[in-house]
């Protein structure tokens, strides 16, 4: 640890903490306006911002002029989800609306990982600013924090692209100038989001309840304001929110493209158009099943069936149906929807998309080899030759997920829990999405 500069990991949180303080504020004027109490906010945001100062002027006593090394990256990306998941409940707590300390936490890691998962039952019984905080965690913790970070790492002089990296590992490198490329993301992160607002509000849905769904669906995080998700709102708004979560799902890269009017890259973009292919199929099946086993019409199949795939898929979250009140093979598609996850570089947890590509990469090699031993056999994504170093790592991180989830789901039934619902559980949580199979289900 002796050669790991602290000051610079200080100087990073720092930031984060500001931001953090930043987004107390806001929430604290919605209580203003809700006429709520303020003092959950405005307390926890005069602590994250006096933390804030004292590690800024602890980093401040030498100039940074080094990049951010690996090491470095991955204490700084532990300690902000350490310290921000901490920070978050503490309005919880001050406010009374999760009063035991470990449920607040829980809530508050469930936010800013964007997993929506939630120990509420009553959520409309909380007060709106409480609410508004639950939600915003999720839009903080999607993209904004990194992008942020990204934005304020050169002026720090220190290499911003690791500490991105820990977030969505194979994204690629898509311009030397990390800040350029930083600002353009947080630009159609904010756009997605007032846009998302926007076409809510236009199907009759008030700005407080458009304002936390969009939160939810631009950070695939899946906090409603509503007991009922979005099983109560119109098919318009259920399309809305399909659309936009299928939108987050994808590698921001490819908006980033688009602005740029580089369509070649979009369509040489080999994990763009997997995504798009594994939901369209997988949809299309559950929409099928919903027609001829449950005798469903057309439009609510095709409504429900994409719905649910993509919420899952994007480890949003949302739910409008109850999957677990479907054929069996129907649900246990869905649930083993829950290891794909969307895109790498965007707000979707789980697998990611490209490394499953990846593995199914390998598999054909392998049975290629069986004909011709001796042929070269690169394997190769957007028509460029993957390394061997990245290809082992995709095939450990894919082994290893698959091992951590094996062992959490023998724990929790050896804690007293059925199959069904410790096996969801464990997937469910590692992959970010919220609901699960048995008694975690989405209802």
């Not at 002089?157 to 100038?177: A, D, N, V």
């Not at 649910?308 to 929807?337: E, K, M, N, R």
Request: net charge positive; with cysteine.
């Amino acid at each position: 640890m002796g050669n790991i500069n602290f000051r610079v990991v200080f100087r990073v949180i720092s930031n984060n903490l500001f931001i953090l303080s930043a987004a107390l504020f806001i929430s604290g004027v919605v209580a203003i306006l809700a006429e709520e109490q303020i003092t959950p906010f405005l307390a926890t945001a005069m602590l994250s911002l006096a933390i804030g100062l004292l590690l800024y002027y602890t980093a401040r006593r030498r100039t940074v002029h080094h990049p951010l090394s690996r090491k470095e990256a991955y204490l700084t990306v532990t300690f902000t989800w350490l310290i921000m998941s901490l920070t978050g409940s503490i309005p919880y707590l001050i406010s009374g609306a999760i009063p035991s300390v470990t449920d607040a936490i829980f809530e508050s890691v469930s936010g800013f990982t964007t997993t929506g998962s939630s120990i509420l039952t009553d959520i409309e019984s909380l007060p709106k600013s409480i609410l508004f905080w639950r939600s915003l965690t999720h839009w903080i913790g999607g993209i904004g924090i990194i992008v942020l970070v990204i934005i304020i790492m050169p002026a720090l002089k220190i290499g911003g692209y690791h500490l991105f990296t820990m977030e969505s590992s194979l994204q690629e490198k898509i311009s030397p100038r990390i800040k350029t490329v930083g600002i353009y993301l947080l630009y159609i992160y904010i756009a997605l989001t007032v846009a998302e607002i926007i076409l809510l509000l236009a199907g009759g849905m008030n700005l407080f309840e458009s304002t936390c769904h969009a939160f939810g669906t631009v950070a695939t995080g899946g906090f409603s304001p509503k007991n009922d998700s979005i099983a109560g709102y119109s098919p318009y708004i259920q399309y809305v929110i399909t659309i936009f979560m299928l939108f987050a799902g994808v590698n921001f890269i490819i908006p980033y493209y688009l602005v740029k009017k580089d369509f070649q890259k979009i369509r040489q973009n080999d994990e763009f158009r997997f995504y798009l292919s594994v939901v369209f199929v997988i949809g299309l099946v559950i929409s099928l099943s919903l027609m001829t086993d449950m005798g469903k019409p057309v439009e609510i199949s095709f409504r429900e069936g994409f719905f649910q795939v993509v919420s899952i898929i994007t480890c949003t979250g949302f739910a409008t149906a109850d999957y677990l009140q479907w054929p069996a093979y129907a649900w246990i598609i869905i649930f083993f929807c829950m290891f794909l996850g969307g895109s790498t570089g965007s707000t979707a947890g789980g697998i990611k998309m490209v490394r499953h590509l990846i593995v199914l990469k390998n598999i054909r090699i392998i049975f290629k080899r069986l004909s011709s031993p001796h042929a070269m056999l690169p394997i190769r994504l957007n028509k460029k030759t993957l390394n061997e170093e990245a290809n082992n790592s995709v095939l450990t991180f894919v082994t290893l997920y698959l091992m951590v989830f094996i062992t959490g789901s023998v724990l929790l039934v050896l804690l007293g829990l059925d199959g069904a619902t410790s096996a969801s559980s464990v997937a469910t949580c590692m992959a970010g999405i919220g609901p699960g199979i048995g008694s975690v289900g989405p209802v």
